[in-house]
Nanobody, 121 residues
Framework: QVQLVESGGGLVQAGVSLRLSCEASGSIVSINDMGWYRQAPGKQRELVAIITRGGSTNVADSVKGRFTISRDNAKNTVYLQMNSLKPEDTATYYC???????????????WGQGTQVTVSS
């Protein structure tokens, strides 16, 4: 079994920073891409940022310059540093990982349970 466990969400005021973490555990052989998505009430889930195993990143225009994604491959952990938070960043943030497990050649897609980020004005 593979689990992705997020932490670091909360209720904050606009302008402050938060750091989300997501650790993958279980029968993991290797992790390819890791990423963060978010979903606000009444809206579709959207990509926030994604990072390859080699460290290449892709960040949504809406958060570019404020959010930074990074990862620690040794810890199977991905981070999202969120600075200058805005009320429109309010959403449930989900961690995602594409990985190989159980020595299967296939890639599997896993999601965390989500962590709530609420930014008040």
């Amino acid at each position: 079994q593979v689990q992705l466990v997020e932490s670091g969400g909360g209720l904050v005021q606009a302008g402050v920073s938060l750091r989300l973490s997501c650790e993958a555990s279980g029968s993991i052989v290797s992790i390819n891409d890791m990423g963060w998505y978010r979903q606000a009430p009444g809206k579709q889930r959207e990509l926030v940022a994604i990072i390859t195993r080699g460290g290449s990143t892709n960040v949504a225009d809406s958060v570019k310059g404020r959010f930074t994604i990074s990862r620690d491959n040794a810890k199977n952990t991905v981070y999202l540093q969120m600075n200058s938070l805005k009320p429109e960043d309010t959403a449930t943030y989900y961690c995602n990982a594409r990985l190989r497990r159980d020595y299967s050649p296939n890639l599997y897609n896993y999601w965390g349970q989500g962590t709530q980020v609420t930014v008040s004005s």
